[in-house]
């Protein structure tokens, strides 16, 4: 298949029209000697319905949330995506247009991307979002680098409750600019105030948390919050925007950067990606924080319109001295994200985080209940996800409930050492009581 | 239908219900019980709308959007080709769309021989040792390189090489992806020809230079001729050469940038390999690397083993000298599935294909253009792209590139890019791609000439256009200056407690 609409009549037409007589003399800017005298070493070309096959015989050697139950989150959810979702997002006009540069062909997904602002900033409380960034850790990193640069501090402070993956995203984006990064120990399952204390300095530029934290967890943000302001320095919280439809808004605690990852806002697992990376901010941030943004103005004839704005702060003005180096980002998932919301509104998204918090707990208690299987941060609230400590090893576990057709929780100690046989559990709205009984049934007899 | 569309928080009403949702099946118990009523919001002001509310909302934003799907977009530097439907198709596959990124290896074997065999492809094409498909867009694919390129250095003791050459033709995410990495950045001229002066960057190499980040074909659509003695002298004076693969699509089995010299480069999956762009993204700034920055790539990488019963592929985190982890997981995943069935619908000999139709079709282009427009530097062969300068209309007529652009839209196409690249006056940059035939061009070509026209006897025509969009030019001063980037009223009306 080659997508190539030319005839080769209409070929020889535009190289006459050229004043060529073949078309390897427009290669003659390519130097001989770097010139490809065979053909690439690539698989032989399939056709549509070959192609389909091929693809569907690879999708099949994976196991699939769709036919197992997946009790996995860290990050990646399993949550309902209705149908007009895709349908809508999925539309060519938004699916195939670019960037909108050109604001009058673009007003559809500009208005879309004001109204995604409009929506981030309501679940947050914060003044102003961007368009996007590339997943909640690059959100997270950037956010640190904005207050890094800002408050002129070299130090970032995070706990480490916050997910390790993000840790490391974070990691080496301060490792390559010569900022140094301080790792706030957990306590009983969320940062520990006192060690956060101790490594506060007047050379701390922000504070990253994340809120429900890694372990599902709720953190004492305003704790946080509190010993950040003690040396002027800014806090940088990490949530779950599902979270939202029932938790407090991370503004009502005055923290001054909110980030998350906004996947299960209608977007697909995907394996891990693409994924969509939110970022809002107060607007004293508004000269400094990355990637775009849309503003509402008006046409020669006064008619309301959107077009991006407060371009000065990117890289394709600003060059070297801009806010951020990022460019493309996510608009097609914050479409998404942003149908999600309005279909499903103030009492869905309630009713969603209410499902999410009650099943949760529900799968808690019952698998508490099999012996030997425990909380390991009792007392502590959470949302959607919380760790158990098991009897025996949660690899071989998950390996007996594979073949119930279960993907169990995520064993710990690739990440903790010091909880070798403890799993993160995720239980989302789009889990039945019956799913989860058929779960703890079936730990109960693999344990 | 012109004028502006009613936001979609002017239609909720109080009580409309849009998704319907599965009733609590477990014990519910009260959420302030649960968590702490400290925890808890009061107030959530999102709309409440019907599902038919919001069809018709977005359908009506569709219609206000241009897209490749309705016709020409010759957006230079962007690569907008067709986005093939198949493509999607194959990726909403539940095999890899419903996919958890924790899950076990075991079970993921498809999509991780998938990536495997995309990073296999990608390296081949370009002619490198290894390629990521972790960072999520070209301007992360380039800090991803200006890290390893950091690391290479420091690793080789060499960490006072803090100046990375970037000519003055290049995208402004390259400067910008390099002082993310603390490097300092030093112009380098073009030259009378539109490329690279080779004089100037020799003054330039010293010590102290980590790399040069270039463009191939630049940013004027022009092959820079002289790549084998600027790769050589970089690689003299002890520094890398980066590439940035915005312009792949000029290249596809013609000519290779291993082969010329370059250790790393980016790809655009969402360009070359046809991924949509969806209005701005996701796309995938795949990264190959040659043997000398192999250890430095993030993890993990996709390796393959062999089994008993076949290959087995797995991660590969064990790379103590990796720059680390720069996306949550592994990157797009759903756009790898997209550019890999893409490589394999065309195989080598398609993917010849496309590069010398794109070639083709910016080279129809630009003669048939220059009668009427000045291409710049000269009316030189071009690669995939053309850069016309609209100085000449500005000058004589005061019609400048933007009102051009503008005008175009009255004839129903795209503009190109404007303005860009920063050393052509008044630019025009226009990438047919390979997908478009000579029938749409040609009626490109008509538009274009009839500007021109316009430019000399009507001018007032193409500086008040556009004239049949939704909207006319925006006040974007008006824009920074009362910034409006949400709805206020949604935050400011007096609304119940959430829960009530």
């Known amino acids: 298949m080659v997508y190539v609409s030319n005839t080769s009549r209409e070929r020889k037409e535009m190289l006459e029209a050229i004043g060529v007589s073949r078309f390897e003399d427009l290669l003659a800017p390519i130097p001989e000697s770097v010139r490809l005298q065979e053909q690439l070493d690539l698989p032989p070309p399939l056709d549509e319905p070959a192609l389909v096959r091929h693809l569907r015989t690879l999708a099949v050697q994976n196991v699939d949330c769709e036919e197992y139950l997946c009790f996995l989150g860290a990050g990646v959810y399993d949550h309902f995506r209705p149908s007009v979702v895709s349908a809508l997002a999925g539309r060519g006009e938004f699916a195939t247009s670019y960037t909108p540069y050109q604001p009058e062909m673009s007003q559809g997904m500009l208005q879309a991307i004001y109204e995604y602002q409009t929506l981030i900033c309501a679940l947050t409380g914060m003044d102003l979002a961007n368009a996007s960034m590339y997943d909640a850790a690059t959100g997270l990193a950037e956010a640190a680098l904005m207050c890094a640069g800002l408050l002129e501090r070299s130090e970032v402070v995070v706990l480490r409750s916050v997910h390790p993956h993000y840790l490391q995203v974070v990691r080496t984006y301060l490792d390559a600019t010569g900022h140094t990064l301080a790792e706030v120990p957990s306590a009983e399952g969320a940062g520990d105030l006192e060690a956060l204390n101790k490594l506060l300095s007047e050379k701390t530029a922000c504070v990253l948390l994340q809120h429900p934290n890694f372990f599902g967890c709720l953190e004492d943000v305003q704790g946080v919050v509190d010993a950040a302001r003690r040396v002027g320095a800014c806090v940088v919280a990490c949530v779950d925007p599902i979270s939202l439809g029932i938790l407090r808004p991370p503004a009502d605690y005055d923290v001054d950067v909110v980030v998350g990852e906004g996947q299960g806002l209608g977007n697909p697992m995907g394996f891990g990606g693409p994924l969509l990376g939110f970022f809002a901010c107060k607007r004293q941030f508004v000269r400094h924080f990355p990637g775009r943004i849309v503003g509402a103005t008006v046409d020669r004839h006064g008619r309301r319109a959107y077009t991006m704005t407060l371009r000065t702060r990117e890289q394709d003005i600003r060059r070297e001295r801009a806010t951020s180096n990022i460019c493309t980002n996510q608009t097609l998932l914050a479409l998404a994200a942003t149908i999600y919301l309005c279909e499903l509104g103030k009492t869905g998204l309630q009713q969603v985080a209410d499902l999410c918090l009650q099943k949760a707990h529900y799968a808690c208690d019952a698998l508490c209940q099999l012996p030997g299987v425990e909380p390991v941060f009792p007392g502590r609230p959470f949302f959607k996800e919380f760790v158990v400590s098991l009897p025996s090893d949660p690899d071989q576990l998950n390996r007996r409930l594979l073949e119930r057709r279960i993907i169990g929780g995520l064993p710990l100690r690739r990440y903790f050492p010091d909880l070798p046989n403890a799993m993160l559990v995720c239980v989302t709205e789009t889990r039945t009581r019956e799913d989860i009984d058929y779960f703890v049934q079936s730990v109960a007899e693999a344990l | ?500």
């Open chain 2, 1 to 500: 239908m012109s004028g502006t569309l009613p936001l979609i928080f002017d239609q909720s009403r109080a009580g409309r219900v849009g998704a319907r949702l599965p009733a609590c099946d477990v014990p519910r118990r009260d959420p302030a019980d649960l968590l702490g009523p400290e925890y808890l919001r009061d107030r959530l002001p999102l709309p409440e709308l019907s599902e038919l509310d919001v069809v018709r909302h977005f359908t009506r934003l569709a219609h206000r959007n241009y897209s490749i799907d309705q016709g020409f977009y010759p957006l230079g530097s962007c690569t907008m080709k067709y986005n093939p439907k198949v493509n999607e198709k194959v990726a909403a596959f539940a095999g890899f769309a419903s996919l958890h990124p924790l899950q076990p290896e075991e079970t993921v074997q498809g999509s991780l021989a998938l990536l495997y065999e995309l990073q296999c492809m990608l390296s081949e094409i370009c002619g490198m040792a290894a390629t990521t498909v972790q960072p999520s867009a070209g301007a992360h694919g380039e800090l991803l390189a200006m890290m390893m390129i950091r690391a290479y250095h420091r690793h080789r003791g060499e960490a006072h090489r803090d100046v990375v050459l970037i000519p003055d033709s290049a995208h402004g995410t390259n400067p910008a992806s390099a002082a993310r990495c603390g490097f300092r950045v030093k112009p380098i001229p073009s030259n009378a020809r539109g490329c690279t002066d080779i004089a100037a960057l020799e003054a330039a190499l010293n010590e102290n230079v980590a790399a040069l980040m270039l463009t191939n074909p630049n940013t004027v659509g022009l092959f820079e001729t002289d790549i084998l003695r600027i790769c050589d002298l970089v690689h003299r004076a002890g520094g890398l050469v980066y590439c940035d693969g915005a312009n792949m699509n000029a290249m596809l089995g013609l000519t290779r940038p291993g082969d010329m010299g370059f250790d790393v480069m980016h790809y655009n999956l969402h360009k070359t390999f046809s991924t949509p762009h969806g209005g701005g993204g996701p796309g995938c700034g795949a990264v190959s690397v040659q043997p000398c920055l192999e250890p430095y790539l993030p993890v993990p990488l996709i390796r393959r083993e062999e089994g008993t019963s076949g290959p087995v592929f797995r991660f590969d985190y064990d790379r103590p000298l990796s720059v680390g982890r720069i996306h949550s997981f592994y990157g797009a995943f759903l756009i790898a599935v997209r550019a890999y069935a893409y490589i394999r619908a065309l195989g080598a000999e398609g993917l010849r294909q496309v590069s010398e139709n794109a070639i083709l079709n910016a080279n129809y282009l630009r003669v048939r253009l220059a009668e009427h427009y000045e291409v710049a530097y000269g009316n030189q062969i071009c690669m995939h792209e053309v850069v016309l300068t609209a100085e000449p209309q500005k000058r004589r007529n005061g019609v400048r590139a933007l009102d051009i652009s503008k005008r175009l839209m009255d004839y129903g196409f795209h503009p190109p890019t404007n303005y860009f690249p920063l050393i052509v006056p008044e630019a025009l940059m226009i990438e047919p791609t390979e997908t478009e035939s000579k029938q749409t061009l040609d009626e490109f070509v008509n538009a274009m000439i009839s500007i021109a026209r316009e430019a000399q006897e009507a001018p007032e025509l193409p500086r008040s256009a556009p004239h049949t969009t939704v909207v006319s030019r925006l006040d974007e001063t008006a824009a920074v200056k009362h910034l409006d980037v949400r709805y206020e009223r949604l935050f400011c009306d007096s609304e119940p407690a959430a829960g009530d």
